[in-house]
Nanobody
Framework: QVQLVESGGGLVQAGGSLRLSCAASGRTISNYHMGWFRQAAGKDREAVAVINRVGDFTYYADSVKGRFTVSRDNAKDTVYLQMNSLKAEDTAIYLC????????????????WGQGTQVTVSS
């Protein structure tokens, strides 16, 4: 399976921006749909943004539409999440994962979870 490592998290003020990266090794990400998920303290993990294998179809959770943008560079085996207009409620651990099927809200179809990167938004 592919191994995924997230980076780019940190502490940012409300209204600010961050760009997360998910770097893959072991197998090329071109084989997979790629997703960004987040888990806030005391809450279930939720899908934030998903991009298909070739990068021409995306899914966004309603809570991030218009603020977050997912992209991928298959040549670099990297997926990105540009997060703008951040809000305190975006505070969470952000993780990336891979899947052979495009089912953002079916957690069981995702695998190769990274360790996550913490995003903290101060209000």
């Amino acid at each position: 399976q592919v191994q995924l490592v997230e980076s780019g998290g940190g502490l940012v003020q409300a209204g600010g921006s961050l760009r997360l990266s998910c770097a893959a090794s072991g197998r090329t990400i071109s084989n997979y749909h790629m997703g960004w998920f987040r888990q806030a303290a005391g809450k279930d993990r939720e899908a934030v943004a998903v991009i298909n294998r070739v990068g021409d179809f995306t899914y966004y959770a309603d809570s991030v539409k218009g603020r977050f943008t997912v992209s991928r560079d298959n040549a670099k085996d990297t997926v990105y999440l540009q997060m703008n207009s951040l809000k305190a409620e975006d505070t969470a651990i952000y993780l990336c994962a891979a899947s052979e099927v495009f089912l953002p809200e079916v957690d069981q179809t995702w695998h190769s979870w990274g360790q996550g990167t913490q995003v903290t938004v101060s209000s």
